[in-house]
């Protein structure tokens, strides 16, 4: 690929960098681009920002500082601009003073139509760099799209693929500030019980003892809980036979929260459960990091709990032909090095269960082996902690992020 | 205008005042963002190939091209040579130049190719959606596996290999999707 900046771009001034992100159905698209943005902003010789998202609404909740309400705005030192617009709006404007060089687009989320007229304009003749910022995956194509170049309809406009990933040949995951010192903190028993009081003065503390219970976060996608309240009620009952620790779970906002709960109360409450507000996004990675286990979805939080040491079941995105399977079986594979064999087994087996199921639909195994799992938590926290640790072995995102552009600019 | 999910084998697009066509389709991955997808492009003018990956929402400028219904008359060595049923006229293309096309087209086929031509010259083929072609090896078939849902390796007459159901044996003749190479049926 050709020099798409000059030589001032890298040595005399900073690297101007826009963020495109579009939110489809939660908040791990923003989620992703927010703790991107923090991250980039963290490193020496920082990018100059500018993030151009269509749901201030959603960003707001994981940042209650921005202003869902503004068209453009100033926040942690970058511009922050609405997606929805036309050629004469605000955004267009500033993008035509100052106009776009390096684009990532977040999970091939395209270009507004103001953007790409400004995007694609023959005049000036200087070129730009487009960026497909993939979605994370355990799937070996990660390692094989990383850092391929892609191609736009002008020779001017470059484009290159970037995917995060959990190998050594891909971009990693993105390790911000904020989350790495909150790992270090729970990483230590005082800090995590320091942690975890904080955390139920902020949330409510709705047992005796809560500090010290089994904390279970559940993040999913809508299904029927009701098998897993009794696996959970199963495990609690364990505690009374002196048998490890009552529980304590915490369900995220969200319609599965919602659900869970709505499950949780028709089995008659038994054991306590925080139905949880919005969190914004520092809050949730404390929770995360603070958790013996969860039960999680998306995109960010995935990446999260990958590098939280904790174990945890994740629950992909069910696709069409149920392809979502392929991706958790090449989650396990990356998993399986870092376990002993008996452990990894029943955690194989539960994550194919639980996964195995059309949207909300039951599984198809009915197999869901949630206690054995929870009872084998002493077991499968090494093996978690190694993987979380095989991962901070790679370059954070951002940074890996930054070369590639300085390599290929 | 094209988007990347309408390119296929033979396909031309252009990059700036460059016409780029599709050799081969190396591979495609799903996700929540859509499609991307893995091409092997040349550059029609400079010959320079490349491996490229394009997500779903892509789009490119078409190519005015000329396209004329030619029957493939013989292959000698790595070059097709297709002949114009009217004139008679015969043209040239290179089996790196068919990519993943010249497993899917013989000298024995009765059917007519669409050939494309690019300021003058023969770029690429499209062969018919559906052809026909004979499994010249595979492991024995399977019987009473009728299922489809089950596939083994086969070489075919043109020397590709493709993945067909346990059923199939030496000498079936199956139906192929020209379109990603796809096993579709038993020929009747």
Same mark, same amino acid.
């Given at each position: ?143 094989? /799209? ?227 799992? /929870? ?35 | ?69 030619? $029957? ?76 489809? $849902? ?39």
């Amino acid at each position: 690929m050709t020099s798409v900046l000059n030589a001032r771009d890298i040595g005399e001034r900073r690297m101007d960098i826009d963020i495109l992100c579009k939110v489809v159905d939660n908040y791990g698209d923003i989620g992703f681009a927010y703790r991107l943005a923090r991250s980039l902003s963290e490193l020496p010789a920082p990018p100059r920002l500018r993030l151009v998202v269509d749901d201030l609404a959603a960003f707001a909740l994981l940042d209650p500082a921005i202003d869902s309400g503004a068209a453009v705005q100033l926040h942690r030192g970058w511009e922050v601009y609405r997606w929805q617009g036309d050629g004469s709006g605000e955004a267009a404007a500033a993008f035509r003073a100052r106009r776009p060089r390096i684009v990532l687009e977040c999970f091939a989320c395209g270009r507004p139509d103001w953007l790409e007229d400004i995007i694609f304009d023959p005049c000036p003749k200087e070129e730009r760099l487009l960026v497909d910022l993939e979605h994370l995956t355990a799937e070996k194509y990660a390692e094989e /799209l990383h850092r391929m170049p892609s191609l736009t309809r002008s020779a001017s406009v470059k484009k290159a693929m970037f995917l995060p990933g959990f190998g050594p040949g891909t971009g990693g995951l993105v390790m911000d500030g904020s989350f790495s010192r909150s790992r270090r903190r729970a990483s230590s028993e005082p800090g995590r019980s320091e942690l975890r009081l904080e955390l139920l003065a902020d949330l409510g503390s709705p047992a005796a003892g809560a500090e010290d219970r089994f904390w279970i976060c559940s993040f999913s996608y809508e299904r029927d809980y009701s098998r897993i309240v009794a696996d959970l009620a199963a495990f609690d009952a364990l505690a009374a036979r002196g048998q490890g620790r009552h529980i304590l779970v915490f369900a995220a906002a969200g319609k599965g929260g919602d659900r869970l709960a709505a499950a949780w109360a028709g089995a008659g409450k038994p054991f306590p459960l925080v139905a949880l507000p919005f969190l914004p996004q520092e809050r949730w990675d404390e929770l995360l990091l603070a958790c013996d286990f969860s039960i999680i979805r998306g995109e960010d939080s995935w990446a999260r709990a990958a590098l939280s040491g904790r174990p945890f079941l994740w629950q992909a995105y069910p696709q069409e032909g149920r392809h979502q399977m392929v991706k958790v079986a090449a989650f396990l594979e990356r998993l399986r090095p870092h376990f002993a064999a008996a452990a990894f087994s029943a955690l194989e087996e539960l994550y194919l269960s639980f996964n195995d199921r059309d949207a909300d639909g039951p599984t198809v195994s009915g197999r869901e082996s949630l206690p054995s799992v /929870l009872s084998l938590h002493p077991e499968l926290l090494p093996g978690f902690k190694a993987f979380s640790e095989s991962l901070l072995r790679n370059r954070d995102l951002a940074s890996s992020l930054l070369t590639f552009l300085r390599e290929i600019v | 205008m094209v988007v990347t999910s309408q390119l296929r084998t033979g396909s031309v697009f252009k990059v700036g005042n460059d016409a780029l066509v599709v050799q081969r389709i190396l591979g495609q991955k799903t996700g929540r963002s859509g499609m991307v997808t893995r091409f092997r492009v040349k550059n029609i003018v400079s010959g320079q190939t490349s491996d490229v990956a394009l997500d779903a929402g892509e789009k490119f400028e078409s190519v005015d091209l000329d396209i004329f219904q030619m $029957k493939l008359s013989y292959i000698d060595g790595d070059t097709y040579v297709f002949m114009e049923q009217e004139t008679f006229e015969q043209y040239e293309i290179s089996k790196e130049d068919l990519g993943d096309n010249a497993g899917y087209i013989s000298a024995d086929d009765d059917y007519p190719i669409e050939i494309t031509f690019y300021d003058g010259k023969p770029v690429g083929v499209t062969p018919p959606i559906l052809v026909e072609r004979t499994i010249t090896y595979c492991e024995p078939g399977v019987k009473g596996d009728t299922s489809g $849902k089950t596939f083994k390796p086969a070489t075919l007459d043109t020397g590709i290999e493709v993945s067909v159901p346990l059923f199939c044996d030496i000498g079936t003749k199956i139906k192929l999707d020209t379109r990603d190479g796809t096993f579709v049926e038993r020929a009747k």
